[in-house]
């Protein structure tokens, strides 16, 4: 070994440890979840949750656009006949069986934006995970449920 490449690979620790250095007095950006709520974009998209009229109908009609629009195919409706007697949402069909997979969902949003009524919405939620896989089959009560997020969202400095 001679004295130029010990000196070269001085240099070259020198620039490493110099990389690590800079980052030292930055603040690091670790999030104690649960304890502290995550901040996330405003355009984030995760659990699905089917909305209701201000009446208490559901918006669903049971039309199935979402489950078709869906890439992944793991969206499965069925839809029922609403009587007299019994008026589930403000159209002539509601959705009888409403479920999604979410061990599949991508959670592009095409459900979203294929839906006529404004029914399914992405909302904020993203713990999702479970041990049981067919815990990941969200039915119709599940989605009708409010989704409780533990977030804060950021304001991106858009136009408003």
Known sequence: MNIVDAVKG??????SLSVT??????????????EEPVAIYPRFRAR????????GLEKCIGCALCAAYCPVNC??????????????????????????NMSRCIFCGYCEEACPTGAIVLRHEF????????????TKEMLLA??????????DGGPA
């Open 10 to 15: 001085l240099g070259q620790i020198v620039r």
């Open 48 to 55: 699905h949750q089917l909305m209701r009229h201000e009446d």
């Open 75 to 100: 969206i499965y409706v069925e839809a029922g006949e609403n009587t007299e007697g019994e008026r589930v949402s403000p159209g002539e069909r509601y959705a009888k069986i409403y479920e999604i």
């Open 21 to 34: 250095l800079k980052y030292v007095p930055v603040r690091p950006i670790t999030v104690q979840y649960p």
């Open 127 to 138: 713990a999702l995970a479970d041990h049981d896989r067919s815990a990941q089959i969200y």
């Open 146 to 155: 409010p989704a409780n997020p533990h977030v804060v969202v950021k304001d």
